[in-house]
């Protein structure tokens, strides 16, 4: 059997590297899948679901954010903003609420840290304005 190397690329690391036989995934306009002799190919990527299946036929899936997605060769790579990982997909909901609430945890923390440093400009601003 024919297989392919599929990479899921996020920007600070890979969070894949494997043989696989299959990917489906999901454009803007629906949902393919590719196979080791499919023509070279290149896509966006919308939120959703990426699944692949290893040349033994164990099925794995990803939660993946928006990125791209090219063919060329034997060769698979998904660029995305962010992704998580599972076995299965009860593994998968567990592992993305898990993952999207600490990250909207710390988006909370930056938010508010943001918030601090806004109101300690307009404090500095209007005290260098009220001294002129």
């Not at 791209?68 to 998580?84: E, P």
């Not at 600490?102 to 304005?129: D, L, N, Y």
Request: neutral net charge.
């Amino acid at each position: 059997m024919r297989a392919m190397t599929l990479n899921i690329l996020l920007p600070t690391r890979v969070l894949l590297d494997e043989t696989v036989a299959t990917v489906t995934a999901e454009a803007p306009d629906g949902q393919f899948c590719l196979r080791p002799r499919h023509i070279d190919f290149a896509t966006v990527l919308v939120p959703g679901i990426l699944s692949w299946r290893t040349p033994d036929g164990r099925g794995t899936y990803a939660a993946v954010d928006r990125g791209t997605l090219v063919k060329c060769g034997d060769r698979v790579s998904v660029s995305v903003l962010d992704a998580v990982a599972g076995s299965d997909a009860d593994d998968l909901e567990r592992i993305v609420a898990d993952h999207f609430n600490a990250r909207s945890e710390r988006e909370k923390t930056v938010q508010a840290a943001m918030a601090r440093i806004e109101a300690g400009f307009v404090r500095r601003f209007i005290e260098i304005h009220a001294h002129r």
